[in-house]
């Protein structure tokens, strides 16, 4: 009978388990308590306060999900692009997969973090962290974001959920993305995880919601993820790229005119997918009118 | 604290707990342990055997995906309905929404689960059980459908999963499709559950490439659902029909001439989304060749 | 795999999950909520609140534990008893199980607890309701004891641990063992259960050490509960008598000159073995200064 | 919430979960799965196979239940000791405590527990692997006694469950103890851990019934042991010493003049308890007829 485990808690009266093999670093950092295991069943993972972050098993699905969306839909392919968080640095990668890309800014909050990612999960950051087009900034997004006079074609927001307490919920706010505007060109896009429509509707509706209030062309999209048990969210944003209206043709001539290196998991079928909400998300999108703002700011449930 | 729980083990290295608020009723049959409960999350749920069968929040979500996609697909619109399972009623409950439905014959082994959903399940089959097109048989599927001289347009597979020790099995095998077909007008079509495309991929696929043998037109669908915390799959077959091709615009147009309740969960756009596989459920339901036969069965891993 | 389970919550970094087989009967009181359950290993067991109250695997231990090293220490032997809490019955059964007992009143605030007892714990309370020399009384016990006129010999706690917010942290104080002697005859004696040396040693020194504020003759006892999954405490109070001196010929004596049914549990033998305290919870005891009054009262760890 | 955690199952139907604060050491070996981990509850715990062996929250409570009794009572005082298994170290330690000990021989069969130990354990052997007393044999215990024209005074065997597959069950055989008896002096003693009267009461009394087939002077003891969740059992053999007929004063006097080091637990009041024994564990004791011998051993359910 299986003995280590992880539980990982969705909500007070849901949790699941997942069999640990073993175990191998582990690191409290001065943020986070960051662990990486052998999962059983999904191989090697990344587990931070008690979070499942992402796994070898389909890490590609959540990060491929994440960038490409947006980064096939931006006209003209992106040269500069801003990462906020994404420590394991497989967003990174994602994003320098495309011949375009002239720079990559990366901003992440906790230095140990990034060196735990740079020895340890090289099977995320595949050596990203050393392409010299790579600019690594530990510090903290907000601040980055007021003082830089750079401009990026593409941002990406790879950031924990919107947690009480914590300070990640202004980086879902409609002033921070007011901010971010201000830094990004204008056929510039956006695209930020947009936590689980299975377990916070509420949230992943209202942070399109929220967008809407800053960009004309907002889409969300969303993929089931074994690893985290249950459907991940992402909405993309631009004032002139919209990714729901690409067709599948186009789509396929950019990624091969594009990108330098094989995707796992996008393709136009998966790009179709992941825009084909079901009902009950597409009702929650279409029919909310809750937005985060600094004075009221959205959390999914601690 | 929450400490009433129903623990679901989808392998033995992976388990999900759900919060049990209460115990409406239980019974042992002489085949199986039926529960109904009221889930914190969930609402109330059917547990059969120590798994969740379907739950108030989101049984639509299963029957819906189940049955209209072939029910729309076929033309003419289906006069005769075949169901083998199907015990909560809901299954036969939409069914019923065709206007030209005459008769549903609905097949179940076990006639105690029969008499538990009549009385503790209204808010599933709705009175479907009375409705005076429904026929009920108590007995075996497999023995049925050898001996009656009926004919059906629409066959419903509402099944458990095909266990080892079970007799489940042998009705997702070649041979039983055979058989099936025998009792299936030219121009019908046949759906059944295919288990979790999350959980034994292996064996979706391969319901898949079993119903090739037999139908010349068979296509696979998916969504998420959260009380089975994973991914459900469903596959259709027919001689003449292909849910796959549908256009929007056709199948709006035959939801508003055909049915005549309302839908909570199917319209075109959750068709579409229903078809549009991952690129991993693709790969393996395009490569797969492995075929279930009475001599050489798929099971689900227990 | 099991897969129906009480998870109970010892502290908030320990569980323990016992399989339920069924559930017998379930209701939600105005005060707490009551399931009646068949448990694989302990057989039909009580839970009030998602806390194992007794199980028919070893009640017997709990509750002659309880009773007996008082009530056989007591000279004379005990005429009236005066029961607070004790919903199951069972304490009452082992209280008329004397001889000399003519009287036993019985005070629980829980009318709902008592039907259910009376109803479906017959395998408990073995038709202790109906003996005529009980006096059953719905209501508040800190009442009942500050207007009765009445006085008795034997006086049993059988109450819920001494939970922040609620109300019977105040049966545990020194003010209420003020009262309590109010209503007791000189040579009379109290028992309390005293929650677990295992889980709160701290709980159990206070309350050995808060009698001893008010009784000359405090004793200590424990033992191990299965269906509690550690030790439970029990704390014995007069002045007149002391259970923990008596020889085990005496206690052999007196069992079969004062005791008219059979004893499971309790003997000589069994005497010994609950105050033979092991070193720590000796030293805790010894050494603990804590007393419980209204103003500083102790609570079990939620 | 907590998320990293131990799950001992104790039988299909019943688990303790233990939350795990950090993973300090993990090795595979040969023969099984170590790991060194901090508890919440009970601080660094040794983990083999997903079973706590002993945490610093309590392992002087078993270690010192499992050598002094015997120790103590054997006269004259131990010169010679063998210790088969005991890889922590800490039988080890205690039987090293007594000035009478010269040499004390150790024979564990995996090399690389011990190299964990003596890094690992610090706190668990406190040095006691440098003793010059201490001789190391990395083997099998049925050879070395086989082989060994050694004799001794005190035998203490420190060993695994007797598990269905293992070889350990070997080591609770009758023939098993009339093997030992021919190393040992005519006035010298043995213990055995005897597994849990909670769980395996019927193994701990076959080892009780076995041991009397092979020494006149057999007796039982038992303790709660919290990081167990239960009580544990321990059978002393000898065909001159008693330890369950000692005095108190004789215990006090005998510990004061032979052990050289503070006892944590051990003392006159904790023996007493040790051997009292309650009813139901004194019963299956004394009725068992039960005998583990190599052509019928007994096992511990799995």
Redesign the interface.
Known sequence: ?????????Q?????????IK??IA?E?TQYQSV?LVE???FGKGL?ID?KVQSTIYDEH?YHESLVHPIGISLDPSPKSVLILGGGEGATLREALKYNSVEKAVMVDLDEKVIEFAKNELKEWHMGSFDDNRTELIIGDGLDYIKKTNQKFDLVILDLTDPLKGSTSYKLYTKEFYEDLKKVMNKRGGIVTQATSP?FSLEVYSAIYTTLKQVFSKVSASY??I?SF???WGFVYASDDADPSSLSKAEIENRIKSRINSPL????S??H??LF?????I?KSVAENTRISTEADPIYVPA
Not at 264 to 267: A, L, N
Not at 276 to 280: D, Q
């Open positions: 009978m299986s003995w280590h485990w992880l539980i990982e808690w909500t007070p009266y849901e949790f699941h388990g997942h069999e073993r175990v582990e409290k662990m999962f059983t069943r587990i008690g699905v299975s993929t089931y074994a048990d249950g459907l796992r998991w996008y393709d079928d998966t179709i997918s084909s909400l079901p009902k009950n597409r």
